[in-house]
């Protein structure tokens, strides 16, 4: 195992880290042509600039669904072991996850950095819109780390459970994938107004969220504790097949 996980881990983290490449410059292109419209064309309308943390986990949340069958076909197809494969896989997520948060903290800052002239462009993210409020624009070093581990904690999470619809699917025959497939947005859409009907409140747990970025970490670890645990069951018994053309 421990001679199989450094190149897996090279690997893995390597083919992840060029799609991640490709997501930033993307958001780069975005972010410069907000500056530019906003600054040349804005006039006197406030603009605000945030998302970035959404989007990063929109984005990691699907490279865990797309990313985990390959890498684990091809360590596989190299005599490295479920474990180790699955290990580097985890290792790999974590990393991506810091690195896109520090590009995170990285390019808000020069965002700021390029506004500052500008009144009416308000640099927010996820931490700054929850934690400290929108009228708090330049957060301080100590706010900007926190920043990064509540973004590190949301991205591992959503590739954790991105894995697990991945790998729940390739235990299902085609029967159920269908079936399932079909089921999720009726459950995601339904379950939450069946749980209000029947009188379930979340509001002091969502309260609890809000109230310190540790709660709101600690529950994305506790969740992609759960993901890895689940997913690791689900790609033990798996009947790993070579992927179809």
Known sequence: ?????????????????????????????????????TINFGG????????????????????????????????????????????????????????????????????????????NIFVLDFYQIV??????????????????????????CACTVGAFFSLMFWRLNKFWTIVVAISIPFAINGLPYLLIKLGVDFSRFFAWIASSPFCFILTCLVIAAAAVVIDWLLLRRANIKAAKN
């Open 1 to 37: 195992m421990k001679m199989n996980l450094k190149p897996a881990y090279r690997y893995q983290f390597m083919s992840l880290l060029k799609g991640t490449a490709v997501f930033y410059l993307i958001m780069i292109v975005i972010v410069t042509a907000f500056l530019a419209v």
């Open 44 to 119: 006197s309308s406030s603009m605000t600039f945030g998302g970035y943390a959404f989007a990063a986990a929109v984005y990691l949340f699907v490279a865990g669904i797309v990313y985990i069958r390959s890498d684990l076909r091809l360590c596989l197809q190299f005599g490295v072991s479920r474990r180790t494969a699955f290990l580097s896989e985890i290792l790999s997520f974590l990393s991506i996850s810091a690195i896109l948060a520090v590009a995170g903290e990285l390019v808000t800052a020069l965002v700021r950095v390029a506004a500052s002239g500008n009144p």
């Open 131 to 156: 934690y400290l409020g929108a009228e708090k624009v330049l957060p301080s070093f100590g706010h900007q780390a926190m920043s990064f581990l509540t973004n590190v904690a949301m991205f591992f």
